[in-house]
Nanobody, 124 residues
């Protein structure tokens, strides 16, 4: 059973930074797409970024230039470095994974596995 565990959330002032981590445990795949999503209070869950097996990345327009997704295959961990945080970045951040060499569009929710989420709060 694949498990995804997020960490690194917290409270920060606007303009600050946080780094989220998502660690994969359980069976592994030869190729997988990893994504980060977020859900603000009363809002739908939105795609933030993804990283494919070949290392290619894509970001939602709202986070381009501020967030960076990366991975450490040796540690089975994916990171989301978040800089220049804004109050509108506040929400529960989820990690997701799906097998296969490519990723769906950033907004797609078609992932096989999801973590429990980590809360990010940005105050003005």
């Amino acid at each position: 059973q694949v498990q995804l565990v997020e960490s690194g959330g917290g409270s920060v002032q606007a303009g600050g930074s946080l780094r989220l981590a998502c660690t994969w445990s359980g069976p592994t795949y030869s190729s997988a797409c990893m994504g980060w999503f977020r859900q603000g209070s009363g809002k739908e869950r939105d795609g933030v970024a993804y990283i494919a097996s070949d290392g290619s990345t894509k970001y939602a327009d709202s986070v381009k230039g501020r967030f960076t997704i990366s991975k450490d295959n040796a540690k089975n961990t994916v990171y989301l470095q978040m800089n220049s945080l804004k109050p509108e970045d506040t929400g529960m951040y989820y990690c997701a994974a799906r097998s296969g060499p490519s990723c769906p569009p950033v907004g797609s929710q078609t992932y096989q596995y999801w973590g429990q989420g980590t809360q990010v709060t940005v105050s003005s």
